[in-house]
């Protein structure tokens, strides 16, 4: 079975430039995840969707970014403008809401590098 | 959620178990208790949970404590490709909520 997608994996880019980030779940699943990984502050929620409609993006840091989740198969974390502070790993994980409890997949997070 | 207390690090013979313990003395009657990996630059790994019994599946074990204030995961034969972070993570049953990671034992599985 192929696990949840990130791409890019890598990405390095010039502060102020935009940048999209695209996470593909696992097939069925209908709750998405993306969290933010950083040495300073370990693992954080960034917002999570059910069945497409976005639950909670309190974990959001500021309106330079945004998420959407198009369809059931397809979701995008967009930073415009991206700046060196946001340089991080980013995860999407994925769960079926029908489960109780859910158990969460992760993918293996894009790199992101602001210089 | 409550929160999870765990050693920031451990080490382990390679062959023998790794007992990773975790405390959540706050922990609710209808609170899981979950166990996640993080292996050098990769994303988390589900590893298993539960909510009161003993579980355990082809990764681990999970001893619950009867008064559910404290769990240990055991890795029965630890190999250097076990060498993470180990989260313990409490949360709710309602579904679909999200993961609250805290810092994690960094197991170090040594040949």
């Known amino acids: 079975d192929a696990g949840v997608i990130q791409s890019p994996r890598h990405e390095v880019t010039e502060m102020g430039q935009e940048v999209t980030l695209r996470c593909k779940p696992i097939s069925g699943h209908n709750s998405l995840f993306w969290y933010r990984q950083t040495m300073m502050r370990g693992l954080e929620l960034l917002i999570y969707f059910n069945n497409n409609v976005p639950i909670d993006d309190s974990g959001m840091p500021e309106d330079r970014f945004s998420a959407k989740m198009p369809n059931a198969s397809f979701s995008t974390l967009k930073i415009q403008p991206s700046e060196p502070r946001d340089s991080a790993v980013y995860f999407c994980a994925s769960s079926l809401v029908a489960q109780r409890p859910d158990t969460q997949y992760f993918g293996p997070g894009t790199r992101l590098t602001v210089l | 959620d409550a929160k999870t207390t765990q050693p920031t690090s451990m080490d382990c013979a390679e062959g023998r178990a790794a007992n990773l313990p975790c405390n959540h003395s706050?922990?609710?009657?209808?609170?899981?208790v979950y166990w996640y990996r993080q292996i050098h630059s990769q994303g988390p790994q589900y590893i298993i949970h539960g909510l009161k019994n003993n579980e355990t599946n082809e990764m681990a074990s999970l001893i619950i404590t009867e008064d559910r204030k404290s769990s240990t995961l055991i890795l029965p034969h630890a190999t250097l490709r076990d060498t993470a972070v180990y989260y313990c993570i409490v949360r709710g049953n309602s579904g679909n909520t999200p993961l609250v990671f805290g810092k994690g034992t960094r197991l170090s599985v040594i040949a």
């Open positions: 706050t922990i609710s009657g209808n609170e899981y």
